[in-house]
């Protein structure tokens, strides 16, 4: 009886293991699966959204470096000149970073949306 019992046991678990090899090959066979075609369409939007990228930390590089430029002392400046263009020049630069955040904030919802 035990022998049985063992017998039933190892064929079942065998059966099980085909069902599962078999649902699997399935699921991956092109005829239910237009997986190709989703492929293309993300590898698209991934380069799409990879020129936005670029064109973010292109413009936050640009911005940073107008930024050091602007901060320096000019030699005809007096003190009292310098300080109020550097708080000046400190609100234009937070408010273009911001803008610029917001670029890449509209890069990632809009690469979500789809």
């Not at 991934?46 to 930024?67: A, F, G, K, L, T």
């Not at 602007?70 to 273009?96: A, V």
């Amino acid at each position: 009886m035990k022998r049985l019992v063992k017998k039933i046991a190892v064929l079942s678990m065998i059966g099980m293991m085909q069902v599962g090899s078999a649902a699997t090959v399935i699921e991956a066979s092109p005829l239910y699966n237009d997986g190709p075609q989703r492929i293309v369409q993300l590898n698209d939007r991934h380069h799409h959204d990879n020129e936005r990228r670029r064109e973010h930390d292109r413009r936050q590089r640009e911005e940073n470096q107008r930024h050091e430029r602007e901060m320096r002392r000019r030699h005809h400046e007096s003190e009292r000149e310098w300080h109020r263009r550097q708080e000046r020049e400190n609100q234009r630069h937070e408010h273009e970073m911001h803008n610029i955040a917001a670029f890449l904030l509209g890069i990632i919802v809009g690469s979500n949306r789809d």
